[in-house]
Each structure stands twice: as C-alpha cells, then as structure tokens.
C-alpha cells in the first residue's frame, strides 16, 4: 500500500541577525575558551610564497554609512594560481597558504582588514586566462542570502580588460566597482551594499 507523500513547505528565509559574530568569530566578541583563536583569521605564515598584500576597505550600506556588523569571507588561489582544495586537480597549491579568510567589520569604523598574497592567474571554464581575482562574500543583518562579488586588481589593467568574466558584465561602467586600487603592498576594496556606487554581485 502506497503511503501519502506529505510535502514540507519551505521554512522562511532568515537573515544572518545580530548573532553572526558570535557564531563566526567568537574571541571577536569576547567569548573565550571556543577557539584558540577566530577562523580565518590567518592566512599566511612566514614560509607563504608569493607577492604579500594588505586588503583592506569598508561594507558601506545605501545611505553611504558603514556596515558596522558585518561579516566578510575571502576566497582566493595562491601567488601560482591554485586553490587549496580536494578538488584541484592542476598541481599541489601552497600548503603554507590556507586561501581562506574571514574578518568582522570593525564595530566603530565598518573596516575589513586581510594579510594575504596576490593570487596568480587561473584558467576559465573555456581555457581563457582569467585576470588575478580573490572572491568575497559578505553576509550582515538584513541580507536574506550571503552577497557574492570579485576583487580585481588595479594593476592588472591588460588582464582585467581581457578577463571573460569582466567582459560579460552588462554595464561596463559598473565594473570599477570591482576593481580593488593598490597602493605599494596595500589594496583598498570598499564594498557598497546598494545605491549610485553598488557593487556588482554574483549571482551564484
């Protein structure tokens, strides 16, 4: 005998709330004792090969006022390239570099801060060289779904101009707004949630 298929409706979406600090990064907020220290808090040690950079910049909401909570994750290739991942099948990443970070806004000034190292190039689902990258995603209170966007460098003028995925976007003239602006060892990424200067974000 056949049983009846009770189907679940799906529950309503959730934002990240005013708890996502405590969760994500706990020694942040002053809870001791979970971990040693914050996830993704280091990304380098002293034997990480390649260009070593600062990214810095702030999560600006619509009114132009920084995002004093929230939430922002790194994800990028080694100085060569690859990913430090199960799944990368074109060589053995560096094992001194995680390609992983995750940083609080600063409660008073908005401000993310990443020590890193520039990525290398890596290749496009077609082949295509795409230009150095790092990708973020950033999650507060009010956003439903964590917003996904790319760092691109500044100088990097030939390879973004080229890159297939900068190419594709719609309105060219958004696509500063991807562009991170290095300074000697320092890169400057604001990120703008909404208004005249929004960030394109990805849709993935």
């Not at 030939?158 to 900068?166: E, I, S």
């Amino acid at each position: 005998m056949t049983q009846p298929l009770n189907y679940l409706k799906e529950s309503p979406s959730q934002t990240a709330g005013p708890y996502v600090h405590i969760g994500l990064t706990p020694n942040f907020t002053e809870i001791t004792g979970v971990y040693a220290e914050d996830l993704g808090i280091r990304m380098v040690n002293d034997q990480t090969e390649g260009d070593r950079i600062t990214v810095r910049g702030r999560v600006f909401d619509g009114m132009g006022a920084p995002v004093k909570d929230a939430l922002v994750e790194i994800w990028q290739a080694d100085a060569k390239g690859l990913f430090n991942s199960p799944s990368e099948t074109r060589g053995q990443a560096d094992p001194n570099f995680t390609g992983w970070g995750r940083c609080p806004t600063h409660m008073e000034t908005g401000e993310f801060v990443f020590e890193t190292v520039k990525p290398g190039a890596l290749p496009f689902n077609d082949g295509r060289m795409m230009a150095p990258y790092i990708s973020f995603w950033v999650v507060a209170r009010g956003i439903n779904i964590g917003l996904n966007t790319r760092m691109y460098f500044s100088d990097e003028t030939d390879a973004n101009a080229a890159d297939p995925v900068l190419t594709r976007i719609e309105h060219q003239d958004r696509v500063p707004t991807l562009i991170g602006k290095r300074d000697g060892n320092t890169v400057t990424f604001d990120i703008h949630l909404q208004g005249d200067s929004e960030t394109v974000f990805f849709d993935l």
